[in-house]
């Protein structure tokens, strides 16, 4: 059964730094990995999506890697800001669109 | 993009009634609708997938007579929490798929559910 585990927890930074989260899983058969930001008692906003032949996918100052033979996936945030606050959660879609989440990571961005 | 839309976002009820979830996809069809719960401070864990035209598939330890999924159409999924209890107050949400294995899941952006 898949397991997918973020570390670290809980993260707080100054504004304007760059951070990385980290994702990592125990199955490596996986169809893609998803990265999702949920804000307090918010639904869930996609913000990468990088299918299984990928290596890493971009969008304006995120960029997410995944490594399959690691078991790893990378998020990346440059500069950091406030607004970006939230909780990033990770998760793996290894059969039929039923995916796996790992625990999330609380950050928050200092002003 | 594709966008789910899932109803009422908050619902406050006693304990012993019954409360419907509505997930709904706006502008695709999907033959595959799954629903998630989370408790506070913790991720989401997978309840259930709603095949349209049949039978919900269960994870293990979730109750398939407390949490009733009907997915009557290709656009729309229900979820029902019957006889409702504190323990069951939780964040639900449900997602649903665009196309086959392997695409970008779209989530509805849930429902807060608290029993009293």
């Known amino acids: 059964k898949q397991e997918v585990t973020q570390i670290p927890a809980a993260l707080s930074v100054p504004e304007g730094e760059n951070l990385v989260l980290n994702c990592s899983f125990t199955d490596s058969a996986i169809y893609n990995l998803q990265w999702f930001r949920q804000d307090p008692g918010k639904g869930l906003t996609s913000l990468l999506l990088i299918q299984s032949s990928q290596r890493e996918q971009t969008s304006g100052r995120l960029n997410a890697s995944l490594d399959k033979s690691s078991g790893r996936s990378t998020l990346y945030i440059a500069a950091s800001q406030p607004g970006d606050s939230a909780t990033y959660l990770c998760a793996s879609n290894n059969a039929g669109n039923m995916l796996t989440f790992g625990g999330g990571t609380r950050l928050m961005v200092k002003p | 993009g594709a966008v789910v839309s899932q109803h009422p976002s908050w619902v406050i009820c006693k304990s012993g009634t019954s409360v419907k979830i509505e997930c709904r996809s706006l502008?695709?069809?999907?033959?595959?609708m799954f629903w998630y719960r989370q408790f506070p401070k913790q991720s989401l864990m997978l309840m259930a997938t709603?095949?349209?035209?049949?039978?919900?598939?269960?994870e293990q330890g979730v109750e398939k007579d407390k949490f009733l999924i009907n997915h009557a159409s290709l656009t729309l999924s229900t979820l029902t929490v019957t006889s409702a209890h504190p323990e069951d107050s939780s964040f639900y949400i449900c997602?649903?798929?665009?196309?086959?294995?392997?695409?970008?899941?779209?989530f509805g952006s849930g429902t807060q559910l608290s029993v009293l």
């Open positions: 502008d695709f069809q999907a033959t595959t």
């Open positions: 997602s649903a798929a665009r196309r086959g294995p392997g695409s970008a899941l779209f």
């Open positions: 709603s095949n349209e035209g049949s039978k919900a598939t269960y």
